[in-house]
């Protein structure tokens, strides 16, 4: 599975963006997908991951209310809408699949199958 994460770019602080990634394969349909994002000097983080269907979603809690996280199988696209920016959010954003893992196992970055190769958001103040 290849993926490639676009959508980002500058922002100032309380705009919006929506990110995207897409998958190469129809089989990109059949696995959880996750969103992560990693801030200067800082480790990847877990922001919000979405179950195969569509129908469960998952987020960290401090981003709830803020970010929401969906999904277009007949497009191979999974998307993340981010409102209300902070400069805080700032950040290479990825979007990554495990091919084993259940929706709650996405909050561990550590193993991930494949990795998209990220989109930086940058929220200016």
């Known amino acids: 599975v290849q993926l490639q994460a676009s959508g980002g770019g500058l922002v100032q602080a309380g705009g919006s963006l929506r990110l995207a990634c897409s998958g190469s394969t129809d089989t990109f349909g059949s696995y959880a997908v996750g969103w992560f994002r990693q801030a200067p000097g800082k480790e990847r983080e877990f922001v919000a991951a979405?179950?195969?269907?569509?129908?469960?979603?998952y987020y960290t809690d401090s981003l709830k209310g803020r970010f929401t996280i969906s999904r277009d199988n007949a497009k191979n696209m999974v998307y993340l809408q981010m409102n209300s920016l902070k400069p805080e959010d700032t950040g290479v954003y990825y979007c990554?699949?495990?091919?084993?893992?259940?929706?709650?196992?996405?909050?561990?970055?550590?193993?991930?199958?494949?990795w998209g190769q990220g989109t930086q958001v940058t929220v200016s103040s």
């Open positions: 990554a699949v495990d091919l084993n893992r259940g929706l709650l196992g996405y909050c561990d970055r550590v193993g991930m199958d494949y």
């Open positions: 979405i179950s195969w269907r569509g129908s469960n979603t």
